[in-house]
């Protein structure tokens, strides 16, 4: 009798939390070996599984706010913030795995999707900023300068993939010529 109970589980899948299904990957019948993937299940909140360069390490922490955007979703940006820092190194992309967790529940549970994140490293309001192709080598920019083009020195804040801010070196009046 408990032999005939205990064969009725044989081969039964059982989960103990409420998640969502992905992918199955084996169907009924087939062979399937010990610790070989059966589906790919997904349970709690949705994580977008970032890369952060090692150079830039030092400046994410927990709890620190990211901006997400997908090509599924162009024109909305959702909010995020860091949930945990691996600290082991990806020798091959040289970079650590960083985590962040979605502060809104997104439109449909998709999982796999590319995206574009930006952790926000420090804030500044009313600030100058010029484009990012402007900007020289050796952080100067060419002006027009009574009818002619000068070279002139910059001091830069902090910047992004299109914008860099201008500390000092340039005013309002300047105009900028991008070479």
Same mark, same amino acid.
């Given at each position: 009798m408990q032999l005939t109970r205990a064969q009725q589980n044989v081969g039964r899948m059982k989960s103990f939390i409420n998640g969502i299904v992905y992918d199955?990957?084996?169907?009924?019948? $087939?062979? !399937? %070996?010990? %610790?070989?993937?059966?589906a790919l299940i997904? /349970?709690? $909140?949705?994580? /977008?599984?970032?890369?952060?360069?090692? $150079? $830039?390490?030092?400046?994410?922490?927990?709890?620190?706010?990211?901006?997400?955007?997908?090509?599924a979703y162009e024109e909305k940006v959702f909010k995020a913030h860091i949930k945990k820092v691996y600290p082991v190194l990806n020798?091959?992309?040289q970079s650590?795995?960083?985590? /962040?967790?979605?502060?809104?529940?997104?439109?449909?549970?998709?999982?796999?999707?590319?995206?574009e994140a930006n952790i926000v490293i420090a804030e500044n309001k009313e600030v100058m900023v010029i484009p990012?192709? /402007?900007l020289l080598k050796g952080d100067s920019v060419w002006v027009k300068k009574d009818k002619e083009e000068?070279? !002139?020195?910059?001091k830069t804040g902090i910047a992004d993939d299109e914008w860099v801010e201008i500390k000092s070196g340039l005013d309002k009046s300047s105009t900028i010529i991008v070479k």
């Open positions: 199955i990957y084996k169907e009924q019948g $087939d062979l !399937v %070996n010990p %610790n070989q993937p059966l997904g /349970a709690g $909140d949705m994580i /977008a599984k970032l890369s952060v360069d090692e $150079d $830039d390490l030092d400046k994410v922490y927990e709890g620190q706010q990211v901006l997400i955007t997908m090509d020798k091959v992309e650590f795995r960083v985590d /962040a967790v979605f502060d809104e529940t997104l439109p449909v549970g998709i999982y796999g999707l590319n995206l990012r192709s /402007a000068v070279k !002139v020195p910059v």
